[in-house]
């Protein structure tokens, strides 16, 4: 019987990441010349929705549903992207690979860094906005 190897993908918090920001300054420094003073907003409500499709991808593992795993972890890779959020974006395309190669059990070995990396990008963006209100739990 062949070996189960894990994916090549090198998740969110290796050794090679270690210097690499939770959210590049770079790209938010783009998006504050943008956005203009919507760009906190536009951030907080990034990060607020975080938890959100984490829970969506929770249910799609639980249903073997490689087909929504793949656009699911598609649409978190495109927004961490975009707000500079590398490391998230590059765990979502290892994890849309996996989906798409229909790998569910090496997806599933994504899922601990995406999760842990999601966590950091909330922290990070509390901490640049610290006085912020909890859209998280607003309508």
Known sequence: MAERRKPR?????????????VL????????????GEEFGDFLQRFGAGLPHRLRALEVAFA?????????????????????GALLLARTCAGLERQAHSRKLEHARWLFGPLANEVSRVRAEIDRLFPSAPNLATSG
């Not at 050794?15 to 690499?20: E, G, K, S, T, Y």
């Not at 073997?64 to 495109?78: K, N, S």
């Open 63 to 83: 249903r073997g549903d490689v087909r929504l795993i793949e656009a699911l972890a598609h649409g978190l890779r495109g927004g961490s992207a975009w707000y």
């Open 24 to 35: 590049d300054p770079g790209a938010l420094d783009l998006l504050r010349a943008e956005l």
């Open 9 to 21: 993908v090198s998740p969110a918090g290796s050794l090679a990441d270690r210097h690499v920001p």
